[in-house]
């Protein structure tokens, strides 16, 4: 049933690129934000590195290590179009600028 307030987190598959390889699909649990939430949290990226970016959006994954600081470090220095993916899947689903495939 649809709910006029949002639910706290969403999940989503995001594409994780793989140097030489077929990318991945992870399923993310994200973090909510209302549109003002947003705006303002987007007012402040420029000064956000990519670490502090993805945790700031991402509240789970389902890999096999845990979400930890230093994993999400870990990955973002070996897989380097992580972060990006990541982010575009995030303000998609949240904007709903694509419609999902069936």
């Known amino acids: 049933m649809f709910k006029l307030k949002a639910d706290p987190t969403f999940s989503a ?3 994780f690129p793989v140097a030489g390889g077929a990318s991945v699909d992870v399923p993310i649990t994200f973090k909510h934000r209302t549109k003002a939430e947003l705006n ?3 007012k402040g990226s420029k000064t956000r590195s990519d670490e502090d970016t993805f945790l700031d ?3 789970g994954w389902e890999i096999d290590e845990p979400f930890t600081k230093e994993n999400v470090a870990i ?3 070996h897989h380097i179009g992580v972060a990006l993916a990541a982010y575009q899947v995030y303000i998609d689903e949240l904007t709903r600028h694509r419609e999902k495939n069936s």
């Open 40 to 42: 303002e949290w987007l």
């Open 75 to 77: 990955l973002l220095q």
């Open 57 to 59: 959006m991402v509240q």
């Open 13 to 15: 598959k995001v594409a």
